[in-house]
């Protein structure tokens, strides 16, 4: 199993992301993933979008795991956010995120991608972490908490 930090790279962290929607701040959270892999921007978005509105990615507590399958990446890729101002994401509790964790996964590891995504979900529905990650005052903070739940959580 792939653990966050191996997924997750220091400079796909953003720890103050300003956003004014949920399409914007998948935008912003894309164009930062593209800087080192290559991938298809606006095709990325357009299936983030299409598989929120199959039913959102939102978790609860202003946590948001968006993720989708796409084609032309090798290997799946990571990203994180803590906005600024909590967005709008439809949550089931109707709280709006401010934690946002994005999953792009190739299309040839479906079963892997949901493992990983079981894995995330169980590390970020954890209030300790929640928490943790919005008082956290750095990228590198943020990266450090990820390893330690990562080990803590027995993937």
Same mark, same amino acid.
């Given at each position: 199993?792939?653990?966050? /930090?191996?997924?997750?790279?220091? @400079?796909?962290?953003?720890?103050?992301? %300003?956003?004014?929607?949920?399409? %914007?701040?998948?935008?912003?959270?894309?164009?930062?993933?593209?800087?080192?892999?290559? #991938?298809?921007?606006?095709?990325?978005?357009? /299936?983030?979008?299409?598989?929120? &509105?199959?039913?959102? $990615?939102?978790?609860?507590?202003?946590?948001?795991?968006?993720?989708?399958?796409?084609?032309?990446?090798?290997?799946? +890729?990571?990203?994180?956010?803590?906005?600024? $101002?909590?967005? &709008?994401?439809?949550?089931?509790?109707?709280?709006?995120?401010?934690?946002?964790?994005?999953?792009? /996964? @190739?299309?040839?590891?479906?079963?892997?991608?949901?493992? $990983? +995504?079981?894995? #995330? =979900?169980?590390?970020?529905?954890?209030? =300790? +972490?929640?928490?943790?990650?919005?008082?956290? &005052?750095?990228?590198?903070?943020? %990266?450090?908490?990820?390893?330690?739940?990562?080990?803590?959580?027995?993937?």
């Amino acid at each position: 199993m792939t653990i966050i /930090v191996d997924l997750l790279e220091l @400079d796909a962290i953003f720890s103050q992301m %300003h956003a004014q929607s949920m399409r %914007h701040a998948l935008e912003g959270m894309l164009e930062k993933i593209a800087q080192n892999h290559n #991938i298809d921007q606006e095709r990325s978005l357009e /299936v983030l979008v299409e598989r929120e &509105k199959l039913g959102s $990615t939102a978790i609860g507590n202003g946590v948001a795991i968006p993720h989708a399958l796409i084609e032309d990446i090798t290997k799946p +890729i990571a990203c994180f956010a803590r906005l600024k $101002t909590p967005i &709008k994401f439809d949550a089931n509790d109707d709280k709006p995120v401010d934690l946002l964790f994005m999953l792009l /996964v @190739d299309k040839e590891h479906g079963a892997q991608h949901a493992r $990983t +995504i079981s894995h #995330i =979900s169980r590390i970020m529905s954890q209030q =300790s +972490i929640q928490e943790n990650l919005r008082s956290a &005052k750095s990228r590198n903070e943020i %990266h450090e908490l990820f390893k330690n739940y990562d080990s803590s959580a027995n993937p």
